[in-house]
């Protein structure tokens, strides 16, 4: 199984980027698929998450700007980002796992924001 995340850049402040993860290598579709990120210097956190049921949890700092959605058929998973302020620079890794098993992990994908 992999996971390709694309969709980073760079984007002023105020700005809007959307974060896409493809997954190849499985037919099965994910119970849980999510975002994590990590700025230089601290630990990898999470953005966001979402179950195949549709329920999603996000990192007090994005509600209300972030979006995930997620398309089951194709097992791929979206981060819109708006309103993006320079503290959300970060690499942003996609995540997903089946059920009781690990996550597996994308490469990440760089998030510049300049002020």
């Known amino acids: 199984v992999q996971l390709q995340a694309s969709g980073g850049g760079l984007v002023q402040a105020g700005g809007s980027l959307r974060l896409s993860c493809a997954t190849s290598g499985t037919s099965s579709s994910f119970n849980d698929m999510g975002w994590y990120r990590q700025a230089p210097g601290k630990q990898r956190e999470l953005v966001a998450s979402?179950?195949?049921?549709?329920?999603?949890n996000y990192a007090d700092s994005v509600k209300g700007r972030f979006t995930i959605s997620r398309d089951n058929a194709k097992n791929t998973v979206y981060l819109q980002m708006n309103s993006l302020k320079p503290e959300d620079t970060a690499v942003y890794y996609c995540?997903?796992?089946?059920?009781?098993?690990?996550?597996?992990w994308g490469q990440g994908t760089q998030v510049t924001v300049s002020s």
């Open positions: 979402s179950t195949r049921g549709g329920s999603t």
């Open positions: 995540n997903a796992r089946f059920a009781g098993y690990a996550y597996y």
